[in-house]
């Protein structure tokens, strides 16, 4: 297989889990490059994602690292077969690598969960809104940059409609996100509007977290949770000023596993939730 110059997002992850299976056995790449016949160069690649493997190799690198974890194997081996280009390509000239690696993140998600305390999250966000949001974009985006990244957002939400089974979305927002006006008046009930439609369906789940209750954990910045087949391969997407960072090291998840935990302990129930929606748009 030809090496890759830029591998994605996920091809890094795929190989960083091998060089993690290789460590576990207290192996060098060197170790395993003699054990699998190889050269060194090419164990080194495949551990940076810039060389393609076989299912076949996955599961011989696993037996030569005596992993015992099948269901992780099993993952592993099934990310090998991915050779269809997904939608988000389309924008790959068009768009930061970074937005692009988020949607192919949340393609291949099992369940989604996002906490948000100043803001709507993408994934529910309507067209005006999305626009508005990166008008305020620093440095500032050109119209047609604007017009691009509303419309891959909105493209990113298919991913709650088109898979079957339906992906399991479950998202927490501060109250104070909902009395803000982006895009004036008229577009925060379009957006409000659409949160209550959107808690309609079985696999959306939308809760508020009331101004009454006090603190809550973590800097407010949006977190998202994205579960993979395995809880191995789950990764936490945070928004950046200079954009989206993954995360993806054992205790790192742990941690916003804990946090997302909390926010959802101190949010409403989806009735109560769509009630507080329902008097806000009402009133504001």
């Known amino acids: 297989m030809p090496v890759r110059s830029t591998p994605t997002a996920r091809q890094l992850r795929f190989g960083a889990e091998l060089r993690r299976l290789r460590e576990r056995a207290g192996l ?25 493997v076989s299912a076949e190799r996955v599961r011989t690198l696993a037996c030569q690292y005596e992993c015992p974890d099948k269901k992780l194997i099993d993952a592993l081996a099934g990310m090998t077969g991915e050779r269809k280009r997904g939608w988000w390509e389309e924008y790959r000239d068009i768009l930061p690598a970074g937005l692009l690696d988020l949607a192919e993140l949340e393609h291949h998600g099992t369940a989604l969960r996002t906490a948000h305390t100043a803001g709507i999250p993408g994934l529910l966000q309507t067209m005006d809104h999305a626009r508005e949001v990166f008008r305020q974009v620093v440095p500032e985006l050109s119209p047609a940059e604007v017009e691009h990244r509303a419309s891959f957002r909105i493209k990113r939400q298919a991913v709650l409609y088109s898979r079957a089974p339906q992906v399991p979305y479950q998202a927490v927002i501060h109250e104070a996100a909902l009395h803000m006006r982006f895009g004036g008046r008229d577009c925060t009930h379009q957006q409000l509007k659409h949160l209550l439609k959107l808690g309609e369906h079985p696999n959306i789940s939308i809760h508020v977290i009331p101004f009454d209750a006090g603190g809550y954990p973590g800097s407010g910045q949006p977190i998202y949770y994205v579960h993979g087949p395995v809880p191995e391969l789950d990764t936490v997407q945070l928004d950046q000023s200079h954009g989206p960072a993954l ?36 009133t504001t």
């Open 28 to 52: 060098t790449s060197t170790d395993a490059a003699r054990l699998l016949g190889m050269k060194q160069a090419q164990v080194s690649n495949m551990e940076t994602g810039r060389l393609g």
């Open 247 to 282: 995360l993806d090291a054992e205790s790192q998840l742990a941690k916003y596993r804990t946090v997302l935990d909390r926010l959802m302990a101190l949010s409403l129930i989806e009735v109560e939730s769509r009630a507080l929606i329902h008097h806000i748009l009402q």
